[in-house]
């Protein structure tokens, strides 16, 4: 939509060309339905946010920053507010809003929209675009085309591949696809102590995932326990970079791969044990199961209790400084096994797709075919969580549209 908005103001005869039966669909869904729309990080924190191929990006994040699309919004009627970790959201924390913003614009700039047409292939003549041919037969004439089909996660928002394929015909090369921002699957006794927990949300929790000692990611914030894992930001945060991590099937495989949990990592060891003497001190008649409610969610106290191997039935001034460090380590060191990431088609963002090797960095433009140009998800691009994907989509889609 930005692309099209942009090659429209630039003076050019537009079409959208949308399979669905409405364009947006998947923009609909980001932050949780409420759009994520970018982040008011500066360049140097988007870069760090960028886990491969953010050089690529220097010329189109300049071109159009997060300040350009929030004042776009704003022209458009849609007040923006600054959250947690600099995530920008519309005020009205409504996905559809934004949405429309872009309808409208598309609107006032007479920009032709046809849904429910999908795209076979596109012509070329001599090495250069000529239009394309839809399923139906059609074709339609032109000497530009801007490929913004997403990638292969959600599905149901229109996002099936099909960019790629229509590329790959015109002999551009697809790295390989994997899920990025997905949730985790653990296995055996982790998979039932998350199952046992499924649906529990913990904020401000710190964790660490390593192979073997090694620590391969860490991050602060906010985790969701699942039937068949873990998800939520830092989880989804930490999947793009475990899917890159070297053999990390072979790993996962092996139940090398541990996620440690810090429950409460505003405290240390010592701290967090004098607290949990304070409070045995009040409760020091009552059984050990009972002990626990001002520490933790009800959903973690039984599995907490499995972990330490403590008798539920213990009372608490029975329990020995030995234990009570035991109850210490696990708050602090809580470790599941992880056993790999759900689908693709989960996954909030597409690891791979169009080499950057075969695009122009200023202009997103084929060095294959003249004519042809790439936008968003497509390209072998992507990011962590807190707006800098959308933000990707933004300023390769404006830089498309200017040519």
């Known amino acids: 939509m930005i692309a099209a908005v942009t090659a429209s103001e630039n003076g050019n005869e537009v ?63 849609v007040e923006t507010k600054v959250e947690r970790g600099g995530r920008i959201f519309p005020v009205s924390d409504k996905a559809q809003d934004v949405l429309e913003a872009f309808k409208r614009r598309l609107k006032e700039l007479k920009v032709q929209i046809r849904t429910n047409f999908e795209v076979a292939k596109i012509l070329t003549e001599d090495g250069n675009v000529t239009g394309i041919e839809g399923k139906n ?65 913990l904020k401000n929790v710190a964790i660490k995932i390593k192979n073997e000692n090694k620590i391969i990611y860490e991050d602060f914030g906010e985790m969701l326990f699942t ?77 907490i209790i499995t972990l330490i191997g403590i008798s539920p039935e213990k009372r608490i001034n029975e329990i020995t400084k030995e234990e009570r460090r035991k109850i210490v380590k696990v708050l602090k060191n809580f470790e599941l096994t992880i056993s790999g990431f759900r689908s693709i088609e989960e996954a909030i963002v597409t690891k791979g797709g169009i080499s950057i090797k075969e695009i122009n960095p200023k202009t997103m433009e084929s060095k294959i075919v003249n004519g ?13 969580t807190g707006g800098f994907n959308l933000q990707i989509a933004w300023s390769t889609g404006y830089s498309a549209g200017t040519n």
Request: aromatic letters at 8%; one cysteine or more.
């Open 15 to 77: 079409t959208i060309l949308e399979k669905m039966e409405n364009i947006g669909k998947k923009l609909l869904i980001t932050g949780k339905g409420r759009c994520n729309i970018t982040n008011s990080a500066d360049m140097e924190e988007f870069m760090k946010n960028i886990p491969e191929n953010s050089k690529f990006l220097y010329s189109s994040f300049n071109k159009y920053t997060n300040q350009d699309i929030v004042s776009f919004l704003k022209k458009q009627g």
């Open 137 to 201: 037969g059609e074709k339609i004439l032109a000497d530009k085309v801007i490929l913004a089909t997403g990638g292969k996660s959600y599905p149901v928002t229109g996002s099936t591949g099909d960019g790629y394929r229509m590329a790959k015909m015109l002999g551009h090369t697809v790295t390989e696809l994997k899920p990025s921002l997905v949730p985790l699957t653990t296995s055996g006794n982790s998979r039932i102590l998350c199952q046992q927990m499924q649906g529990l949300s």
């Open 227 to 303: 039937h068949y894992g873990v998800s939520g930001p830092v989880i989804l945060s930490a999947s793009a970079i475990l899917i890159r991590y070297k053999n990390i099937d072979e790993l996962l495989k092996e139940n090398k791969i541990k996620l440690y949990i810090d429950l409460k990592p505003a405290l240390d060891e010592e701290k967090l044990d004098n607290r949990i003497l304070r409070d045995f001190e009040e409760l020091k008649n009552k059984q050990f199961k009972n002990s626990l409610d001002k520490l933790l969610p009800r959903k973690m106290i039984e599995p």
């Open 372 to 384: 042809l140009y790439f936008a968003g998800e497509i390209i072998d691009l992507d990011a962590f």
